[in-house]
């Protein structure tokens, strides 16, 4: 069968695998459709930290079941989306029910390889049905219930203010589930282009990022001190919220940010970078801040995005900006690579 592997940093190409085969507890899924996210780039620039290659793509998938044992809960046909999570389901967290952060979590497409092929075999418990709902939009349900995590995680109440710094594909996707919650919601990037995104789906959206106090704070400790600017250069925006997400994966955000918190409210990092956050204990301190990572999600976040697609409250048609067949992959890769601003999310149809 066909897939569309990364061989290496800056080689995606299509290869000829084996079809998988049955294996106990496992289902058999002919995928349809499958979302490219930063992810992927980062795999393909070379950029992520802890990728082996070669390494098949593909973690955000949609598809229909091909063959499954009648214990699995899934019959031939039936439209599934892949929730891409391998949990050990014994660790401390998955106890717990946090699979999302399993101790020893395996992501499809990441740690082992993903669903950028035709046939994947995949855990029954890890199949969640996608009857009702179209498999294009299906493949959107794992980069939305991040930010679905985030905010059910955050505990947003009706009528709060919030904050996402960074209006790429995820704070775009925390942005729609901290409006479904009931908050109000302004975005902020240093990204036109992005901005214009967001207030085409409704939020209010600011150019660039502030917090003059958090820059030099941070340059005083040295952090930054030998390095550029980011180009979240300071705007003068200096509003505060009850909730304030970062997902820039820029460390220089991540640490000012927290200066747009209210007194008594609460800072939600949905982004990864390898760094060193900088927090003054003082300033942590006299807002009472919370403050909280957030990673993946879990299977009450793909029901609840789930939900709120068919609902119709999701814009997944402008959330879709690009798209091509698997074939067109290697070389669409690369041009979507080098064209963020514009890429919100695009969808690989199988
Ligand atoms: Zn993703
Ligand atoms: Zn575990």
Same mark, same amino acid.
């Given at each position: ?9 800056? +080689? ?12 106990? *507890? ?11 996210? %930063? ?9 992520? =930290? ?21 214990? #699995?809960?899934?019959?031939? !046909? ?30 499809? *497409? ?12 995949? =855990? ?22 991040? !930010? ?9 109440? =009706? ?9 790429? =594909? ?24 992005? +901005? ?13 990022? #502030?917090?003059?106090? %958090? ?6 400790? *040295? ?12 705007? %003068? ?51 009472? +801040? ?28 402008? +959330? ?31």
């Amino acid at each position: 069968m066909k897939a569309i592997r990364c061989t290496r940093p800056g +080689l995606v190409e299509m290869v000829e695998r084996p079809v998988p085969e049955m294996a106990p *507890g496992h289902v058999l899924v002919d995928v349809r459709f499958v979302g490219i996210c %930063g992810t992927d780039y980062h795999i393909y620039q070379g950029t992520h =930290p802890f990728i082996s290659y070669p390494l098949v793509l593909g973690h955000e998938l949609s598809g229909t079941v091909n063959a499954a044992d009648r214990d #699995s809960g899934f019959e031939p !046909g039936d439209p599934v989306v892949v929730n891409p999570y391998l949990a050990c389901d014994t660790c401390q967290a998955c106890r717990a029910g946090k699979s999302n952060c399993c101790e020893t979590l395996e992501v499809l *497409g990441i740690h082992t390889d993903g669903g950028m092929c035709t046939r994947i075999a995949v =855990p029954a418990k890890n199949l969640i049905s996608a009857s009702g709902m179209e498999l294009f939009e299906a493949a959107m349900v794992e980069y939305l219930a991040i !930010g679905a995590h985030a905010v059910r995680r955050t505990g947003i109440k =009706p009528k709060a203010n919030v904050l996402v710094v960074g209006a790429g =594909p995820i704070g775009l996707a925390t942005a729609i589930f901290a409006r479904i919650a009931g908050a109000t919601v302004t975005l902020l990037d240093r990204v036109g282009q992005k +901005l214009e995104a967001a207030r085409a789906m409704g939020f209010s959206a600011s150019m660039g990022f #502030s917090a003059s106090m %958090g820059f030099s704070r941070t340059i005083e400790q *040295g952090a930054t001190e030998n390095e550029e600017p980011s180009g979240f250069a300071p705007t %003068g925006f200096d509003a505060v919220f009850d909730a304030v997400f970062d997902a820039t994966g820029n460390i220089e955000a991540m640490n000012q940010s927290m200066f747009h918190t209210c007194h008594g409210g609460a800072y939600t990092l949905v982004g990864v970078i390898a760094g060193d956050l900088v927090f003054p204990d003082a300033e942590v301190h006299k807002r009472e +801040l919370t403050i909280r990572g957030s990673r993946n999600a879990t299977a009450a976040d793909f029901d609840h995005v789930i939900a709120a697609i068919k609902a119709g409250l999701v814009p997944t048609a402008a +959330l879709a900006t690009h798209r091509c067949s698997l074939d067109e992959v290697p070389l669409r890769l690369d041009m979507w690579a080098g064209a963020r601003a514009e890429v919100i999310k695009a969808i690989v149809k199988v």
